[in-house]
């Protein structure tokens, strides 16, 4: 008798104790989760302010990123920007940029499947809203700061491109989250690397097409970026990434940009 009731006392302990660190572990979830969207959201407005070339040192981010930049809502079937009601109602708050595209393009029925022979990016589907960055000095839209990813050698690739407001030449390349070979393709994120972008043209005079990047690229080329040497893989990866987004996904709205169409 003695023995049972030893035994059932260490399950009784046991029992009570993983009950405590569950709550416990509940509880600390619950306290650190606005801290740690806090976090998340100072670091996507430093990521866009890089792409964008604003200089955030010694800044207070949320008051620099609010003051210069406007985040919309992007319905990338009808080409047009949401308006803030549409905002509220699909991200839940008025701020169009926490809208989370990773989460909305694994959701059946929140995102779009790209057709078989046209995923270039290698991600297979994508959410059906994205959000456009907008930054304006003056009154007046400079740059709109674009999120696009795609598959790499290793991992995806998470990046913002910024343009000029017309929407046709490249104003600066953030990759903020990628798993390729240090050394190799990682320096797809080294800023040395992204700056050769600047100034580079997505599209012609006719609006088609033309950017790439090229191992021996002409560096006389207003359409071409070198590769990444030593990290082909990666490179043709960035390549296919922009291209189908820029090419296939985004093009009509910075065809919009480029008319002055939107609003």
């Known amino acids: 008798m003695a023995n049972k009731d030893s035994t059932l006392r260490t399950f009784t302990v046991i029992g009570l104790l993983c009950f405590v660190c569950s709550v416990l572990v509940c509880l600390t979830v619950v306290v650190l989760k606005p801290l740690q969207e806090k976090e998340i959201n100072v670091d996507r407005m430093k990521s866009v302010l890089e792409a964008a070339g604003i200089d955030y040192e010694g800044e207070d981010i949320t008051t620099l ?10 319905d990338l079937d009808r080409n047009v920007l949401l308006s803030d ?11 169009a940029g926490a809208y989370n595209f990773v989460s909305e393009a694994k959701l059946p029925g929140k ?9 270039s990016a290698g991600i297979k589907t994508h959410a059906k809203y994205m959000p456009v960055y907008f930054v304006v000095e003056n009154g007046a839209t400079t740059k709109v700061v674009l999120p696009f990813y795609g598959q790499g050698l290793w991992s995806t690739m998470y990046g913002y491109l910024a343009v000029n407001a017309n929407g046709t030449t490249i104003e600066g390349l953030k990759y903020y989250s990628q ?18 972008w600047k100034n580079k043209k997505l599209y012609d005079e006719n609006s088609a097409y033309q950017f790439a990047v090229k191992k021996n690229a002409d560096k006389n080329s207003e ?3 070198d590769a990444i040497s030593g990290a ?20 009509p709205f910075l065809q919009q940009l480029k008319n002055k169409e939107v609003k």
């Open 65 to 74: 990123f609010n003051d210069k930049v406007k985040a919309r809502l992007l």
């Open 85 to 95: 009601a549409e905002v509220e109602k699909v991200v839940g708050s008025s701020d």
């Open 111 to 119: 995102n779009t499947v790209i057709e078989s022979g046209k995923d």
């Open 179 to 196: 798993g390729e070979t240090a050394g190799l393709g990682a320096e797809v994120a080294n800023p040395a690397y992204t700056a050769k």
């Open 223 to 225: 359409y071409m970026v």
């Open 232 to 251: 082909t893989l990666t490179s043709d990866g960035v390549n296919n990434s922009v291209k189908y987004w820029f090419k296939d996904v985004y093009a």
